[in-house]
């Protein structure tokens, strides 16, 4: 009786935030990503790999959500808008925080907003942040028990990534232990192997990302 | 005004019930640690290596903080006394919960108890849980910058550990980069590098990690 309904509360009042944003991304024609994962596990080198891949076909925008500026210093030498959103120690990303950050950018010259959200398995998948996608990047030195640990992660996905496939050959990781428990959570979650290192399994991710974007982009216009 | 008052009483209120968990500890000679990481940083394989290297000239008990019990059967199999705490999604522990799952464990019969938080390199260095030592634990894979984008889990930290070095071949992991970013937040922190897959690096801690026991030990006696 005490604490659901303002748990509730807070919630709806993040969700309706979130509905608005993602109206204004739908009425833009603006493909948004809410990228999520542990720490390390490559946020980062995956949005800079992506944009350096498809800057020259789409109009990109990155928002970084973090307590230090490393990442945003980073992407922003990929010459793509770049806004960054301190967190203040906060550990996830909520809509208000992006909805508040939406006028740092143009959107009107922008085709794929990509959201990087800080790095955490667990409290970001309570947020929506307004976002047409929720990508989740599981990375292989994480372990293939990742899905059965933190599941909410998992069943929030709309795509999957597993990154650093570079680094099977030195670890144990059962590929199909790891996408049994993401099926049991997730059933037929759309799932890319990838390293943003060497670049393997990029191309079918982001001839993925290309429809989604095309997708979006005819369905904003007038 | 309105938040910063009742976020004060929430941590109050924690703090006391972790120190009278200390307190506890403290009669009874039991050295406790708050075992902290990312997902997928190794907290359960540098516990399940440290368990089985001493569990012959220590008395050991492990509490399990997490969303399901995949750890905690791995560890039950050890044959040492494990107690679970299911913190039912919540992204760390809180002195509640470990205070409520000390009569779970015979706590006569322990020298040493491993708390292993919940995988997340935020939120659980907000909370103390009475222990007398927060290990903290990064891992090569997730890259030399993380005391630089984490920094209140460093600066909390009694002892690091940087765990999976044998993937150091693999990775680019500038040591003196990362070193430093730990000496600015936390200096003269004590500072393994280890591996729980080949066990390269233990003796260093497992020795370091002995002398604390004793010295616990010690100061526990009437």
Known sequence: MSKVPIVENIMSANDQIAAKTRQQFDELGILALNVMASPGGGKTSVIMRTV???????????????????????????G?????????????????????????LDLDAIDLLIIENVGNLICPAAFKLGVHLNVVIA???EGDDKPYKYPA??????????????????????????????????????????????????????????????????????
Chains 1, 2 share one sequence.
């Open 80 to 104: 793509v808008p770049v806004s960054l959103i301190n967190t203040g120690g906060n550990c996830h990303l909520d809509a208000n925080m992006v909805h508040s950050a939406l006028p740092s």
């Open 139 to 141: 990375s292989v030195p």
């Open 52 to 78: 350096e891949s498809l800057k020259n076909e789409a109009r990109i925008g990155v928002m970084d959500g973090d307590m230090v500026t490393i990442d945003a210093d980073h992407i922003a030498e990929l």
């Open 153 to 222: 992660m998992f069943r929030g996905a709309d795509v999957l990534l597993l990154n650093k496939i570079d680094l099977k050959p030195y670890l144990q990781f059962d590929v199909d232990y790891f996408q049994h428990g993401v099926e049991v959570l997730n059933p037929g979650l759309t799932f890319f192997q990838v390293s943003a290192t060497t670049g393997e399994g990029f191309d079918a991710w982001l001839a993925w990302l290309r429809d989604k974007i095309k997708e979006r982009s005819s369905a904003g216009q007038p």
